[in-house]
């Protein structure tokens, strides 16, 4: 099931007079489930039932959504594809909420297929019961904790002086990928690809890392593989390009990455959510950004792009940019307003070149209204990127999703096969050194 998050327009409802200026806010309505739930007919005979979701999905990103009521719609297309018999595409604006929200949303909304009434169930982070440690080990903890205080201050001050360079000049590589000015006006295409969680798993646990390691290791090994492939077009010896190095020295490509502030982390309950006694996270948009780095370039050693991706990621564990960013597009709103606070966004995303995010599901098979739901597929559009890839776990499967702008990635179906074949390389590698 495909959800797409819309941000190309205004999170607007109502507007009223104030001081002569337009104050936006919210208004209540009832909801006529008629103007929100589309059924087109379509031929049950098509030559191709997956290239007409496809299109069809990328023809919902060439419209705007009617501003004067709930900012949502549900289309239900009745055609069996390659792996579902059916596909159901939400559309829900961004202002709605940010994903860790809308992916609450949509999981209120399923129930466990073995348990009709049992809401689905995400993974927690365990808690690790320790002994009461003695003295020394006390004064090693007290040394250990202040040498990661001064780090995090000093990663903190540097990702500070990055954002506001970024905000001001700092730009990325002009790569293929990288989208330009105008791009989160264009149509999108929106393509996914499923692996096998046990994989990266596979890759996890031999690595001793985490699944955000990995995947992020095999992200920057398919980006550098399409990379490679694309800049090698023009040259004689197309046959060797993905042997031959083709990329250029030095290449600056980062990713703006969403992180949930929200004190309880993962995905809540909706119902938790939304009640203020039960749970500290809020419902709305409360996440901050992190400018995550991607090291492009070919290695001899697949494994390579696996401890470069932990290097940054633990970089950026001990650091507090995502508050950071979160705290200062709030301070902009609140002191210059809302327009100010989005031309800030939009410069931060139009001078990096993708968004990336990884989103944990459900553990087991759910259903939507009494239907056993096969994958999960979100996404988002109206930003200025020309790439974006999300990844979606669900059950023993990951679901790569991107979303592109045809003129930056014409073959999103190749870079899903990179992607791919990259896990593959480094599973493999994996494989070898133990046999």
């Not at 999108?188 to 690595?207: E, Q, Y």
């Not at 694309?230 to 046959?239: A, C, H, N, Q």
Request: glycine fraction near 6%.
């Amino acid at each position: 099931m495909p959800v797409v998050d819309v941000a190309r327009v205004p999170n607007v409802h109502h507007k009223s007079e104030k001081q002569g200026e337009q104050i936006m806010k919210w208004v209540p309505t009832l909801v006529n489930l008629d103007k929100h739930i589309h059924i087109p007919d379509v031929d049950q005979n098509m030559e191709s039932p997956d290239k007409f979701v496809e299109d069809y999905i990328s023809n919902l990103t060439k419209t705007t959504m009617d501003m004067s009521g709930p900012l949502w719609d549900l289309h239900l297309l009745n055609v069996t594809i390659t792996n579902a018999e059916a596909v159901g595409v939400f559309r829900i604006h961004h202002s709605l909420g940010d994903g860790v929200s809308l992916m609450s949303l949509l999981l209120a909304c399923t129930r466990q297929t073995s348990n009709p009434n049992a809401l689905p169930s995400i993974p927690r982070k365990n808690v690790v019961i320790r002994k009461k440690p003695n003295r020394l080990w006390r004064l090693l903890k007290a040394i250990w904790m202040m040498w990661v205080i001064f780090q995090l201050m000093w990663n903190t001050f540097m990702d500070m002086v990055v954002f506001m360079c970024t905000s001001i000049f700092l730009k990325d590589t002009e790569t293929p990928f990288k989208g330009a000015p105008g791009v989160e006006l264009t149509p999108k295409r929106i393509v996914h690809r499923t692996v096998s969680l046990d994989d990266i798993k596979l890759v996890k646990n031999a690595m001793n890392m985490t699944i955000n390691d990995v995947v992020l290791g095999v992200t920057a090994a398919g980006l550098s593989r399409y990379l490679n492939r694309r800049y090698g077009e023009g040259k004689k010896d197309k046959g060797s390009t993905q042997k031959k190095n083709n990329l250029r020295k030095y290449i600056r490509l980062r990713a703006t990455l969403l992180v949930n502030i929200r004190p309880s982390v993962g995905i809540q309950a909706l119902a938790d959510m939304m009640d203020k006694g039960k749970s500290d996270a809020k419902w709305g948009n409360w996440m901050g950004y992190v400018l995550l780095p991607f090291n492009i370039g070919l290695r001899d050693d697949p494994l390579d792009y696996v401890r470069e991706a932990k290097a940054i990621i633990d970089r950026k564990k001990l650091s507090l940019e995502a508050i950071y960013t979160f705290s200062c597009g709030s301070f902009i709103v609140n002191s210059l307003g809302t327009k100010a606070a989005s031309a800030l966004s939009n410069k931060i995303l139009a001078n990096t070149t993708m968004s990336f995010s990884n989103i944990v599901g459900p553990l087991e098979e759910i259903s939507f209204y009494g239907h056993p739901m096969v994958y999960l597929a979100p996404s988002v559009y109206g930003h200025p990127h020309g790439l974006t890839i999300h990844l979606q776990s669900y059950l023993d499967k990951m679901t790569i999703v991107l979303t592109v702008d045809e003129k930056c990635v014409p073959d999103p179906h190749q870079l899903c096969d990179d992607l791919e074949e990259s896990l593959k390389l480094i599973k493999g590698t994996i494989l070898a050194g133990r046999s």
